[in-house]
């Protein structure tokens, strides 16, 4: 720097130390803190006085900052005016212009006095201002709220510190952007209305806005922009964008400020490089970067009546058989829920259906409200898995959604007679289409997502997996574990170990569930067992119908039950007695109970028949051809035989139950391809898995070989709760992981609702 231009610093810096109104508008930035902690106090107050689930839907405060920064910027922003408009006001503007001749040295002469003492100044309101919101907020800061955020964030929260260093450092940009309004307008009440409308008024604005343009316009407001630098704010910038598009305010202000003090000879200069460096900001600000390509699929109204309006569809070719890429193709139905604009994408989140044979797109169709908060940051996405069993398909309906009756063989004899039962009817199912029926394994469906994922140019993917949807996304985290972003495991199916190894837990969380039964008969008078010892009379009546099976009375079917079925059919209701506190299945399986203790198990019968269309559980072969491929069978009769001895040793109440499952595959027309696996020990981010009790500890299985990996359980019943359920608290953790990566912290549980 020259001696003519130091001079010219330390002059300026003598001016700004020795106007008093500086001191004053400095002490009276503290105004924002106590905007910010009066804001935190008044939500306080709100937040304790509502319920659970309304606290749940509260907006949260974010760093603290948000009411407090339009303030702040507003006495920054005066102050730098003031340091240019007061030497008009008092006519010493003539004097500074004859001491420092050249007029662009004389207004940025400004810059180092006023960014310094603004950068210590706006680092310390902006501590002060989240400190003070926290200190308030107190306990109730760490309340996990739906959308995935907290009602207070602490600095030890990423990205939170650097979002308030940032808002320091955009105090320094407001006093800057203050110095060239007032340096263009030349007049303090011209520049004060200027800032006010820049700072106070625009904002608010923005806010009346028909959305998705509120959400646009309000992420180019200043005070927006540190939370979006830091990653965090929400908005719908980028960081790089967000810095930018600050430079480029300041760029803006400072050029109008240099164009209107340079004499007219320069104005011209002044204007070309202002623009050249307002417009390199500007180039950096489109909304940004989640490392999207082009797309190769062509989205289109979905032609379903039931379809929400803003609901896309599409599909995808991928080859019937995955080790020949070039041979014949399929097209697989996908469904688009596209992202509100609400907030910078993160990218797309696949839901992936359970069953197996349920349809994605009616996931998307059914529970599209369940996604609102997530379509802030994501495109969600489902599909039609090739699996998925629904009429009019290249396979016949008729026999996927049909199967026979799985009975528990005695003998090697009756272990054979069933595998031929069940190889007739996969059969006939198979016979439409051998090459398709042999390719419905999970790692199929894997592999076809992973052809989604392509044709959507995302370079990573978001999956939220239900029930046996956990199939497939445990074979996509094999087969590709670096596209995955995350993975939320939702009552989900298992599929790292084999049959044998999970049945302690299972036939342990039978046992429970018949001892919660047990507990609420006791007290409910709408159970037909009431007064009664639940846990003698199941025993009494599972040994009663193994040794004469209980007739389904006045059916033509002449289905009778055995114990194994009675096993069977109970057990869904064991495990979902519905919304709490009636609890209608349970009151349906008491009153079945207690009817086939008198020799009528019709009451079983007719509540299979409402779901199956079936006197006795069938076993569905749309199911099987996706179950036995992933290796759900027994090895052998020997392995059948072993299981049972266990299952008798495991379990009292329900011995050989969860053999219904793997007998179904006995006599399978088509090999086991795609086997129980490990997850891989690295590449793969942490996942969370969720489940009630029926459902928790097989999903804290699935995902505990997963470093860093973490899962919720929930006080209550229920399956696949993010879509199925009722509980906000799940949701609120599942959101929080998806948007922000941050997994609740080992052993937390959720209250039941109601």
């Excluded at 922003?77 to 040295?105: C, D, F, H, K, N």
């Excluded at 007695?577 to 109970?593: F, N, S, T």
Aim: some cysteine; aromatic content about 6%; overall charge positive.
């Amino acid at each position: 720097m020259t001696a003519p231009a130091t001079d010219a610093v330390a002059a300026e810096w003598l001016k700004l130390r020795s106007l008093r109104s500086n001191a004053y508008l400095l002490a009276v930035s503290l105004v924002a803190v106590l905007a910010c902690a009066g804001v935190a106090y008044l939500m306080g107050r709100g937040f304790d006085h509502q319920t659970a689930e309304e606290r749940l839907r509260f907006t949260g405060n974010g760093n603290g900052l948000g009411t407090g920064l339009p303030v702040a910027y507003f006495v920054f922003g005066t102050l730098g005016a003031l340091t240019i408009t007061s030497e008009y006001a008092t006519g010493m503007i003539r004097t500074s212009l004859v001491a420092v001749p050249r007029r662009q040295l004389f207004l940025f002469a400004k810059v180092p006095g006023l960014a310094a003492v603004t950068l210590v100044a706006g680092q310390l309101l902006a501590f002060a201002m989240h400190l003070a919101a926290q200190a308030v907020l107190g306990e109730r800061a760490a309340q996990v709220l739906l959308d995935g955020r907290t009602l207070g964030t602490p600095l030890s929260d990423p990205g939170v510190l650097t979002s308030v260093v940032a808002a320091g450092l955009s105090m320094t940009a407001a006093a800057l952007i203050g110095l060239g309004v007032g340096a263009a307008l030349r007049s303090t009440p011209g520049s004060l209305v200027a800032l006010v409308m820049l700072f106070l008024v625009l904002p608010v604005a923005a806010q009346t806005l028909p959305s998705p343009l509120r959400a646009r316009a309000g992420s180019y407001m200043i005070e927006n922009l540190p939370g979006q630098i830091a990653g965090v704010g929400g908005g719908l910038l980028s960081p790089p964008a967000a810095a930018a598009l600050l430079l480029a305010y300041l760029a803006a202000a400072l050029t109008a400020g240099a164009a209107v003090t340079a004499s007219k000879g320069g104005r011209r200069r002044v204007l070309a490089v202002g623009a050249a460096a307002l417009l390199a900001g500007l180039m950096a600000v489109p909304a940004a970067g989640d490392s999207t390509g082009p797309s190769s699929l062509v989205w289109r109204p979905c032609a379903d009546k039931d379809a929400p309006r803003d609901m896309r569809c599409a599909s995808v070719q991928v080859p019937v058989d995955w080790s020949k890429p070039a041979g014949r193709k399929i097209a697989v139905p996908l469904g688009l829920l596209p992202a509100s604009g609400g907030a910078r994408r993160i990218g797309t989140l696949f839901s992936v259906p359970g069953g197996p044979g349920a349809s994605g797109i009616d996931d998307l169709k059914q529970f599209h409200g369940k996604f609102t908060p997530l379509r802030d940051r994501f495109d969600v996405i489902s599909l039609a898995p090739r699996n998925t069993v629904e009429p009019g398909g290249v396979l016949p309906y008729e026999c996927l959604a049909t199967g026979p009756w799985i009975t528990l063989p005695r003998d090697r004899a009756e272990y054979a007679a069933l595998a031929r039962t069940n190889r007739e009817h996969a059969q006939r199912c198979r016979a439409a289409d051998p090459e398709l029926f042999d390719h419905m394994d999970s790692a199929s469906v894997a592999r076809d997502i992973e052809a989604v994922r392509v044709a959507l140019g995302e370079d990573r993917l978001s999956f939220l997996a239900n029930s046996y949807g956990g199939r497939p996304a445990a074979a996509y985290a094999r087969l590709f574990p670096s596209r995955v972003r995350a993975m939320v495991m939702d009552g989900a199916a298992g599929h790292t170990e084999d049959t044998a190894a999970g049945e302690p837990r299972m036939y342990a969380r039978a046992e429970r569930q018949l001892q919660r039964f047990a507990a609420w008969c006791r007290t409910a008078t709408a159970c037909a067992l009431h007064g009664r010892d639940v846990g003698e009379v199941w025993r009494g009546l599972v040994t009663a119908a193994d040794r004469s099976p209980v007739p389904v009375k006045n059916d033509p079917s002449g289905a009778a039950y055995t114990g194994f079925d009675l096993k069977v059919a109970a057990a869904p209701s064991f495990t979902s007695p519905g919304r709490e506190p009636d609890v209608p299945r349970w009151v349906q399986l008491a009153a079945a109970i207690d009817k086939a203790a008198g020799g009528d198990a019709s009451g079983f019968a007719d509540y299979v028949r409402q779901s199956s269309g079936s006197p006795k559980v069938p076993s569905l072969a749309g199911q099987n051809m996706t179950q036995c491929l992933d290796g759900a069978g027994y090895g052998s009769y020997a392995a059948y035989r072993e299981a049972l001895r266990r299952a008798a040793e495991l379990s009292p109440d329900f011995a050989g139950q969860r053999a219904w499952w793997p007998l179904a595959c006995v006599g399978w027309p088509a090999p086991v391809t795609n086997p129980p696996a490990p997850l891989p020990a690295r590449g793969l981010p942490p996942f969370l898995g969720v489940g009630s009790w029926t459902d928790h500890d097989e999903v804290a299985e699935i995902v505990r070989p997963v470093p860093g990996s973490s899962s919720v359980r929930y006080e209550g019943h229920g399956h696949t709760l993010y879509l199925y359920g009722d509980t906000g608290c799940v949701t609120a953790h599942v959101n929080r992981y998806l948007t922000s990566l941050r997994l609740p912290p080992p052993g937390t549980t959720c209250p039941p609702t109601g």
